[in-house]
């Protein structure tokens, strides 16, 4: 909760396991992947923080895709209203990307559930339901801290778990 930027990214062969290792079995908490771990030690985190006065957090889900980029969460959003740029603090940014504000876990994870199920999927030899695509789950989490004195410091983090390489090549 200090301000600091993440990305975890998983790459590899097809068929390897790199969905599974980000998104888990969705039938099974004990089976759950990194990113419902995140979630869920992000707000636990949250919870138990001391000086912590408030908190909002929002949720975002890219796809890319035949070099096009996709709003998982706004399948209304057309390829061309999105585009990638760096803004003044040189954090990267997603123009027109749809982010969600959530105050729970359940929350935070039926989006992400939601998001996958409008991915871009194929069967093939080594995978019935092989990702086609890359995709970044974002959680973007704004922290005001109690200052010396009862001041408020503003303190901003931001956490990108990436599920980018899941097109491996098959050999």
Request: hydrophobic fraction near 35%; glycine fraction near 8%; charge should be negative.
């Amino acid at each position: 909760m200090d301000g600091y930027n993440g990305t975890v990214m998983c790459y590899g062969q097809t068929g390897a396991g790199k969905t599974f290792t980000m998104t888990g079995d969705r039938r099974s908490y004990k089976q759950r992947g990194l990113i419902p771990r995140t979630v869920a030690a992000t707000l636990a985190a949250l919870q138990a923080c001391p000086g912590v006065s408030s908190w909002s957090l929002a949720v975002s889900y890219l796809e890319i895709y035949n070099e096009s980029l996709y709003d998982l969460l706004d399948i209304n959003t057309q390829p061309h209203e999105l585009s990638i740029y760096e803004d003044a603090s040189s954090q990267m940014q997603v123009s027109g990307l749809r982010k969600v504000n959530v105050s729970s876990e359940a929350e935070a994870l039926a989006l992400f559930f939601e998001g996958e199920t409008n991915r871009v999927i194929g069967q093939h030899q080594l995978n019935r339901e092989s990702s086609r695509s890359h995709s970044v789950f974002s959680l973007h989490l704004t922290v005001i801290r109690e200052g010396a004195e009862g001041s408020t410091m503003v303190s901003v983090w931001h956490s990108a778990p990436s599920l980018t390489g899941r097109c491996g090549a098959v050999h």
